[in-house]
């Protein structure tokens, strides 16, 4: 259960580095030009509609924790996608007509400044899409500006050397297929195998090169609990990376590549079920998006680790006994596994089922308050310090629960919690899901 | 042709086209907008009750949510009651829509509607100045939200000078009145006043989209 404080230092260490920027040779004008050209590709019927609707209440900002912890009004979400609706009001509303004399054009200077705002200050997380009155989705409206950035080259340049390594290695955090192997070989030699490059699999496990670096014990935790309902399974050394920085920064080609490589692979093996690990981006990425992002449906169900792990053991394929050291815990919802991805009750009821205690935040569920550096967010140093303010507001909600620990099932919350503990001094153990559930498999 | 007859007449006439019109042009407009089927395999669901259901709850407090907006709620609530009220059970109101419609419904005494009339105009001040000095508000708002809000107001203000002869002839405050309605009409459909329309299949998509996915909005 334990983290591996050395290799944690070492990337910790390595994110306050930010990459060099790269040039990537494109005009004022091109960039411009491009993200018009996307937000006139991404607005639909749906965005149109949430567009035209907002009626500058601000009572999406009240659900926002970078809000919450700075009162900066700049973070009220509905304000971090002002120059798409501008746009939207201008270029392609029924009344564009009547608005365009009073509506100023988007312009590339007003794109740079609110780079900050939609990378830096938002991680997508959607809880502002609950709060507001007139149902806005706004967390897809400034999903839309982060891709519109992105075609004007506009990502971060932590997130941008991201998406390069993994469009042009497939690997992330210098995490490749040999380094998955050298882990599959290190395993085995502890007496773990781990079946990689299996031809033909009815599961397809996915994970992450964090887990691979950081989170070992993760990806071994799902092994058992699948090797236990004795399912045929499979790792794929070129297809293992569920993580999607294309999802994230907001780039088409590196998202719909990380999504193609993992449906042909689940293809190719005939996998009836594709498994992705704790992950919430990239659940999101596989179970909600990866079918419209390529066109198709996709011939195999998508469990996250967790609802697949309940379903073994609702099925009777798994069975848990109760934990000889039964805690009080509180999970922590990852955003885009719960209120984007309806995955509340089964991390719950597998934690019950283990014999502990589940103590929830007073906002928890589709009103869950964000860990504060999901969506990688964590992995942009200028935003560190706002990071680690809204860090504290999640902190301050866990411990009000008095639980012992803190269980989620997202390595990237995982990762925000670890550093916002770090800096702060918070000893919270901080545990994983997965793990916590293959620790009370019955022999 | 008196300033009255003009209200009465076609002044009444082309704002109510312009406030149909307007608002079919808007809303089908952007209704009509394509939009790609959702092929992500959905959890077991009810578009329909899901739709609806958002279009009810998010009029209802907010959960774990409130105590932080509290106050939007409530003031949000008191000035569309009060001027449902205003506009719906003041008497004369209701003999202009029996006249329309060809029935009407039993009155509020003057005296109820009146002040009804008069704290809803000073609860949209009271928002008018909040919008003009809350940080967040101020960032957000534009001129819509301000002369929108100005639009409601002056009808409401016009009818009360009406109703008690302030200020000016009886006829002359009746054709105010009514023009400052009519003016509220042709601005419906331009500004924000048209998210009494939009709200709809906004909170709609809401429902049904993150029903989809398991999660009830």
């Known amino acids: 259960m334990s983290v591996d404080q050395a290799a944690f230092a070492e990337f910790r260490e390595a994110l306050k580095a930010p990459p060099t920027p790269v040039d990537d040779g494109l005009s004022d004008a091109e960039r411009l030009a491009r993200a018009r050209q996307t937000f006139f590709a991404r607005v639909d019927r749906r965005a149109a509609v949430d567009l035209d609707t907002c009626i500058h209440c601000g009572m999406c900002a009240e659900a926002c924790h970078f809000y919450m912890a700075t009162e900066d009004e700049r973070y009220t979400p509905t304000y971090k996608f002002a120059p798409l609706r501008r746009f939207y009001r201008r270029e392609v509303s029924p009344l564009r007509w009547f608005f365009k004399p009073f509506t100023r ?114 990806l071994k935790a799902a092994a058992r609990i699948l090797d236990k309902a004795g399912v045929n399974w499979t790792l794929s050394s070129t297809a293992f990376e569920a993580a999607n920085i294309g999802l994230i920064s907001g780039d088409r080609d590196t998202r719909r590549a990380a999504m193609r490589r993992i449906v042909d692979q689940a293809k190719a093996c005939g996998a009836q079920c594709v498994v992705v690990p704790e992950s919430g981006h990239a659940y999101q990425a596989l179970r909600w998006e990866a079918a419209n992002e390529l066109g198709e449906e996709l011939p195999f169900d998508v469990y996250a680790i967790a609802e697949y792990a309940a379903e073994l053991v609702n099925d009777g ?91 989620t099932g997202c390595a990237n919350c995982r990762i925000n919690f670890l550093i916002g503990a770090a800096n702060s001094g918070w000893d919270k153990p901080i545990l994983s899901l997965v793990e916590t559930v293959a620790e009370n498999i019955a022999d | 042709m008196t300033l009255l007859d003009f209200a009465r007449g076609p002044g009444l006439q082309w704002s109510l086209v312009i406030l149909v019109v307007g608002i079919i042009w808007r809303l089908l407009g952007a209704l009509m907008i394509t939009a790609r089927r959702d092929l992500a395999k959905p959890r077991p669901h009810s578009r329909l009750r899901d739709g609806v259901g958002v279009i009810a709850s998010r009029s209802l407090p907010a959960h774990v949510f409130e105590k932080r907006i509290r106050f939007q709620h409530v003031s949000g609530y008191a000035w569309h009651i009060g001027l449902f009220v205003t506009v719906l059970f003041f008497g004369p109101h209701i003999q202009f829509f029996e006249s329309i419609l060809g029935f009407g419904w039993p009155n509020l005494p003057n005296g109820v509607v009146v002040f009804a009339g008069a704290v809803t105009i000073a609860l949209l001040i009271a928002l008018f100045i909040r919008r003009m000095t809350n940080p967040v ?8 939200d301000y002369f929108s809000m100005i639009m409601v107001i002056l009808p ?42 939009m709200s709809f299949p906004a909170r709609f998509q809401a429902g049904s989209g993150f029903g989809r996915r398991g999660v009830k909005a």
């Open chain 1, 105 to 218: 054009k988007l312009r590339l200077a007003e794109l740079q400044d609110w780079q900050e705002l939609v990378y830096e200050s938002c991680t997508g997380c959607g809880r502002c899409d609950m709060i507001c009155p007139m149902g806005i989705n706004l967390s897809t409206m400034i999903g839309i500006m982060r891709q519109g950035l992105a075609s004007a080259g506009l990502v971060p340049a932590e997130l941008r050397a991201l998406q390069s390594e993994q469009s042009d290695s497939n690997s992330l955090f210098g995490v490749g297929a040999p380094e998955l192997t050298a882990l599959v070989d290190r395993l085995r030699e502890q007496g773990v195998g781990l079946p990689l490059d299996r031809d033909r699999a009815d599961v397809l496990m996915l994970t992450t090169a964090v887990e691979v670096r950081l989170f070992p014990e993760s």
């Open chain 2, 156 to 197: 409401l203000v016009t009818g009360i000078l009406a109703f008690a002869h302030i200020g000016a002839r009886y006829e002359t405050l009746l054709a105010l009145h009514l023009l400052s309605i009519e003016a509220m009409f042709v601005w419906f459909p331009f500004g924000k006043l048209m998210h009494t329309a």
């Open chain 2, 137 to 144: 508000q101020k960032l957000i708002s534009n001129f819509d």
């Open chain 1, 317 to 407: 394929k798994v069975k848990l006994k109760a934990t000889a050291d039964p805690k009080t815990l509180t999970y922590h919802d990852p955003c885009r596994l719960g209120r984007h991805g309806g995955v509340y009750e089964a991390p719950r009821e597998l934690l019950a089922e283990a014999g502990h205690h589940v103590r929830d935040t007073e906002a928890n569920r589709r009103e869950n308050v964000c860990c504060g550096g999901g969506c990688g967010e964590y992995t942009i140093s200028h935003g560190a310090a706002l990071r680690q303010k809204a860090f504290e507001v999640k902190r301050h909600e866990l411990d009000a629960t008095g639980a012992e620990a803190v269980v």
